[in-house]
């Protein structure tokens, strides 16, 4: 019922046309009026707060490699290194940048050296004879 109006006077219905438009009905007996379509925003949650996550990067030279590499990075990390075709060919524990791993025993060719503890970092070395 319409406030101020009397029973069996006019009646407001609210009807949701579509996602965030509602059309507001006016029903008198006999007669039926559509008072307007209006547009709304319902409200949603605000994230306050976002998680902070580490990326660790790494740096491996000399790059194309002969005899060894040395792996520069942030933290002690499990490195692998792996074929073209994606087959995990070597794995070590870098400590430090003062380590190395030796791939005198890898054929010449394209590998991919990446950590292996989550982190997503990918070089690209290449072997030498």
């Known amino acids: 019922m319409v406030p101020g109006s009397s029973p069996g006077g006019p009646t407001l219905k609210v009807k949701e046309l ?7 009905f006016c029903f008198t007996p006999g007669l039926r009026q559509v008072l307007g379509v209006l547009s709304y925003f319902k409200s949603v949650p605000l994230v306050t707060s976002a998680k902070v996550i580490k990326v660790s990067e790494f740096k491996v030279f000399p790059n194309p490699a ?3 590499v040395f792996i520069n990075l942030d933290e002690p990390a499990e490195i692998g290194i792996y074929s073209i075709l994606g087959q995990l060919v070597k794995q070590q524990l870098v400590a430090s940048s003062k380590n190395y791993i030796n791939v005198s025993d890898l054929h010449t060719g394209i590998y991919f050296v990446r950590m292996m503890n989550g982190y997503k970092n990918t070089q690209k070395l290449i072997v030498r004879e």
């Open 18 to 24: 579509r996602r965030n438009f509602v059309a507001l």
């Open 66 to 68: 002969t005899g060894r």
